[in-house]
């Protein structure tokens, strides 16, 4: 079985633009969780969707929302980008969390200039 | 809330020996724990889980305990191998309600050949 996959792998932006993170899970897997990783703060996570219903938030700004399509593949977005939202963006996938585990994919390296 | 915390930043073992890597949680109530291992440039990978109604629990060559009563989780990896070194995380789900796992801030593990 194919594993997560995020697209694009590495992202390099400027301050005040946005940007779409995708995330396709693993096949029937419709759990989809998404996190931030930075060297100062760690792993810290963002939000979760289910069936296209987001189910859970973490204590991030509005800048950044998210969404889940019918094929269980998930977007996020962030919007007015600021030097700090550089990180590593994981997406996770459950096929039915947290009765399963997660399984993350690589990641999307963004840079902010 | 959650606080996750690790005993060692750096742990360094020579190939063949056993490791032992810590987590403490302040939760009481924190129902699920998984372990991750990242390596440099990849996405943290599953390694083993433990539920809170267990104490222990073995993989191929690893083994989670739990101890409720002081609220410590510990990895051992035994006979280490240079491919077991990356960071590793331990996650814990606070409540099954919150939905959000909180992560550790990793033990980096260098095995010396």
């Known amino acids: 079985k194919a594993g997560v996959t995020q697209t694009p792998r590495y992202l390099i932006k400027t301050r005040g633009q946005q940007v779409t993170l995708s995330c396709s899970p693993i096949s029937g897997h419709r759990s989809v969780s998404w996190y931030q990783q930075t060297p100062g703060q760690g792993l810290q996570f963002l939000f979760e969707y289910f069936s296209e219903t987001q189910r859970n938030k973490g204590n991030f700004p509005g800048r950044f929302s998210g969404r889940q399509f019918s094929n269980s593949r998930s977007e996020m977005n962030v919007s007015t980008l600021e030097l700090g939202d550089s990180a590593l963006y994981l997406c996770a996938s459950s096929s039915r969390w947290p009765t399963d585990t997660q399984y993350f994919g ?4 963004l840079t902010v200039l | 809330g959650e606080s996750v915390g690790l005993h060692l930043p750096t742990l360094s073992v020579q190939e063949g020996d056993n490791s032992i890597i810590n987590c403490a949680y302040s939760n009481s109530a924190s129902d699920y724990f ?4 990242q390596e440099s440039g990849k996405g943290p990978q599953f390694i083993i889980d433990i539920r809170s109604n ?17 609220k410590h989780l510990s990895l051992q990896i035994a006979a ?6 990356a960071v590793y995380f331990c996650a814990v789900l606070p409540d099954t309600g919150r939905r959000a796992l909180t992560f550790g801030s990793g033990t980096r593990l260098q095995v010396q050949p």
């Open chain 2, 80 to 85: 280490t191998q240079p491919g077991d070194s």
């Open chain 2, 34 to 37: 998984i372990w991750y291992k």
């Open chain 2, 54 to 70: 267990m104490d222990k629990r073995q993989g191929q060559r690893v083994t989670v305990l739990l101890n409720k009563t002081v």
């Open chain 1, 106 to 109: 690589p990641g999307t390296r």
